[in-house]
């Protein structure tokens, strides 16, 4: 595990710094998940190949309008590490034409639409599209002021799922107030909440197990972050494997990333250092490809909690840029 620990890292600087070279100027909450887009599907990032897909981006209205902010990075990358980024491009604008009749349009339905290109066919999503709606409408009858677009994404996650309904968000209503028994975040809890639902098990045990490895980082002189980071926390506890082992993997690759550089005292702090960490442990466990196949609950949890770092760092990333301006 140590070798792959290390390739896994090494790949991630590297892909990060290729995609710095091909997209200038963009948040550093950004290039990370980007980069992590490359690791996911083991593929090494591109300049010329991002470059074009930048263009693919641009090039069109409408719907591109909403990827033209901080999420075109994440989505260039999305579109690059695809065979055919032309084809996707399109396939994704197919997709977004079929949400935007269930959702308001965002960018976060931009990535909504990226995630049913890479997981479903267009016949297929009409179906996902209604369902994650009727799961959103669901939400946010529970969390009234809570819930807003952002969970757009989490519902399409959900909607994957081979649990009907009523069972997924009674679990993810069982986890939400477990979960706020030690984390006062509300927006972090609710996202944690809809990625353990999409997974077997009592919430008791699920939400007891993600509790247990906060407290191994803890106990091993590591602070894992109670914001935007739980996600990837909730990722890496629904993974079959053993708890310390999972968290000892993260420790390793937290170790090898704090000696590279976008990781020192005047950038990127130590929590989110952690949670890239994880990011990583997840991909070496669970691994993620774009082919139109059914996957595991355990692996759609883990692509979500993916997909919530990503959310996050565009968050995080619009509230920066706002600060300066």
């Known amino acids: 595990m140590k070798e792959n620990t290390r390739k896994i890292t090494m790949d991630f600087i590297e892909n990060r710094d290729i995609i710095k070279k091909a997209i200038k100027l963009e948040s550093s909450y950004i290039y990370p998940v980007a980069a992590n887009i490359f690791c996911a599907a083991g593929v090494k990032a591109d300049v010329d190949k991002l470059t074009r897909c930048k263009k693919i981006i641009k090039k ?67 179906r996902i599209a209604a369902r994650g709606r009727a799961l959103y409408d669901m939400m946010k009858k529970e969390h009234p002021i809570l819930t807003s677009s952002e969970d757009n994404v989490m519902a399409g996650f959900m909607a994957f799922s081979e649990k009907s309904d009523a069972q997924l968000i009674d679990d993810a209503e069982k986890c939400y107030d477990l979960l ?77 990333l704090s000696g590279q550089k976008g990781y020192g005292a005047l950038s990127l702090d130590k929590k989110t250092r952690l949670m890239h960490a994880a990011m990583l442990a997840a991909d070496l466990y669970e691994g993620s490809d774009n082919a139109q196949a059914a996957v595991s609950a355990s692996a759609l949890a883990v692509i979500a909690a993916q997909e919530a770092a990503m959310m996050a760092a565009i968050v995080a990333a619009s509230v920066a840029a706002n600060s300066t301006n």
Not at 75 to 102: R, S, T, W
């Open 60 to 126: 069109n209205a409408g719907f591109a309008s909403y990827l033209k902010g901080v999420v075109m990075t994440p989505f260039a990358a999305k579109l690059c590490v695809a065979a055919d980024p032309e084809a996707q491009f399109e396939k994704a604008m197919d997709m977004y034409g079929i949400l935007k009749n269930h959702f308001r349009r965002s960018e976060y339905l931009a990535l909504l639409a990226t995630l049913l290109a890479e997981k479903t066919t267009v016949d297929e999503a009409e």
């Open 180 to 256: 706020r028994k030690k984390f006062s975040d509300k927006n972090a809890v609710q996202t944690v909440s809809h990625i353990l639902a999409m997974t077997e098990g009592a919430p008791e045990i699920k939400v007891g197990r993600l509790f247990g490895m906060f407290d191994m980082f803890t106990a091993a002189g590591r602070k894992y972050g109670k914001h935007y980071e739980l996600p990837m926390l909730a990722a890496i506890s629904v993974i079959e494997a053993d708890e310390k082992e999972l968290v000892d993997t993260v420790i390793e690759i937290d170790e090898m």
